[in-house]
């Protein structure tokens, strides 16, 4: 039985809305969903091109294909400068599914997970759809969502199993500093807490921020869990790869789920995605720096309208202004920008009631496209009534 608070996206259904619009011929300016403006890699594409002609796949290991996972490995090293190694990871469809095995693998009834708030939409669903009677306890960051760690520190029972966090955050734009991430596995240490960080968006920093990845603790302390994939700096949302890093013994208990639920990934994807791994170092800078010169762009083109405040945005592929508009709704103020405008964005009640006077606005589009939809999204906020 599905769980009463596992609900729609409504940023999917509000991006149908979106599309419908566009069906009809009209311009539409997309701000919203976390979808890459670029293609996979070609040589990831060339490769499954020529591998489906020429061989066979059939049921495969549920850890994921050996030398993707000895990639992963090299990778995950090479950013955290921590030994990580192959039996470290666990390849899944999507960090979606990841995150779905981590819950699975850990939540018994009645274990707390503490999720930070705002968040990606599926965390809550995933948890409930994990275990029908686990219960979240939300964990608000500070309002320029940065870390308030005696807050957390106030929330934890000893029912708490899990605390989950997102750096670079989706959708605030946020970002976990290393003396953040210390006082982290500290906590989750001291309270025998696993520690899931999300770090799907670690390519994505701006202006000198430097990304800290929670591995980086794992000397430390064992029972930290990372999630991460393809999808964003590889732009391979459809391909539906993502993997765990995690304790060579939480992963042994982890593999049953990918077993008895999909048997393994699909192994020519697998393979397809060992080349991006070939990719010349630096190969993502051609994007990033497009996503960053849209941070400068939309801090500009909105410094002088009062009315809306954008935390300073670090990271990710997202921001998460404020509106000050009276009682308008965030729903209310999207679907008026988007009759008014054609922009679509995220009304942000789609991440929890306390967010309905926000907004969040995608970085990732070419810039040219960015500056348009920038400019009408800060028309719409100027001449407001
Ligand atoms: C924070 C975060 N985690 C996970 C995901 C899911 O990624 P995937 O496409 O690999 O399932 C997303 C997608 O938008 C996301 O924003």
Sequence with gaps: MIHPEVHNTVSLEFSAMARAKSVGGEKLHSLGLGEPFWPAPGAVRQKLSEIALSEHYGYKSPF?????????????TAIADARIEAENILVTAGAKQALSVVF??????????????PCFVSYRPQVFLANHNAKIIPWSLTDDFSIDIEALKALITPRSKVLVVNSPNNPSGGLISAVEMQALVAIAKNHNLYLVCDEIYRDFVYHGAT?????AYRDIYDQIITIDGFSKTYGMTGWRLGYIVASKEFLQNAVKVVQHEMTNVPEILQVAACEA?????????QYRSVLERNVDHYNNALEDIS??????????????????????TSDQVAVKLLH?????????????????SYLRVSLSSPEDEFHDAIEKFATFFRTFL
């Design 340 to 356: 008014s405008q054609n922009v679509a964005v995220t009304p942000g009640v789609v991440f929890g009631k306390d967010w309905d």
């Design 104 to 117: 699975k693998t850990l939540l018994e009834d009645g274990d707390e997970a503490i999720v930070v708030d």
């Design 64 to 76: 994921g294909n050996q030398i993707l996972r000895q990639s992963i490995a090299h990778d995950v």
């Design 211 to 215: 990304f800290v990845s929670a591995n």
């Design 277 to 285: 791994f070939n990719l010349p170092d630096g190969w993502f800078e």
């Design 307 to 328: 009315i809306l405040k954008t935390a300073p945005i670090k990271a990710g592929m997202f921001c998460f202004p404020k509106f000050d508009l009276g009682d308008f």
